[in-house]
């Protein structure tokens, strides 16, 4: 797990949406949603299930607050990994309720998905390539310490943005 720990992606799905992973550390991930269903979403400190699969193969597994599933197999070497999403009908028929700094919307998350339908969920598979990887050490908060904007990922990738 040691290579993984403070890894810093930004990957793009075959559909075009294209997510921020930051590896904070073995149980831990934060994270920014640029484009997609949900795009404008950012989390910290989401726990996570890590384990090496074997030699370059990680899976990492969560439950989110809004109650979205989520299984991302990444192969860093490959610059590629595959996430299934798993999300209750209310994210996929309500989706701005989502698209916030979840940290400061818990309870919004929970009510959320107590007043609204769970099933049938919305599956989302799909491959993924990675586009920018670096490595910010563990338990760095400022990897992901602000909103996503349009143009931010050209600005980490340019390196206006130092962490
Ligand atoms: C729903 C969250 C979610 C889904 C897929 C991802 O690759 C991801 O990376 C941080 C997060």
Redesign the pocket.
Known sequence: MKDLLGAHFI?E?ENS?K???YIKNEET?D???HTGM?AG?W?RD?KVDMVKLTKGVYK?SWT?PTG?D?V?ELMPEEKR?H?M?F?PKWVEEHPEITVCYQNDFISLMHESREKFETYPKHLVGEF?TIIFAENCGINNEKVISCAPYDGMIADIIAGKIVN
């Open positions: 990957y799905y949406w997510y921020e992973l991930i994270y920014r949603i949900v979403r989390v989401q990492l989110e979205t989520v991302v990994l996430g999403i999300f993924a």
